[in-house]
């Protein structure tokens, strides 16, 4: 797997090789189809749309780096870019941040 930095949305680098974390400004609340996000400090209500992308979010403390925390999730081979692209995302809004 490539730990090539990833250019995210609103130029913010996303680096799926490093460890991440949720932000401590987030709160995750569960839902059937993910989880509805809420970021404290931007007021900023989002959704996770995949009970697999919200495993990933909270797995990340518990993992050396973002490619692990997807793998351990159980993501299959073939979706994990999409995953990529959707965390790169994630820590561009400030839903999840390098630790």
Known sequence: MSTKSAEGVAGIDFDPGAPYRCSPQVSLRPEPFGALVYHFGTRKLSFLKTLPLVE????????????????????????????????????ASGTIEPR
């Not at 979706?79 to 995302?89: D, I, S, V």
């Open 56 to 91: 990933v979010v909270k797995g990340l403390e518990s993992h050396p780096d973002v490619h692990s925390a997807v793998e351990a999730a159980g993501v299959e081979e073939a979706q994990r870019p999409a995953y990529l692209k959707a965390l790169a995302g994630l820590a």
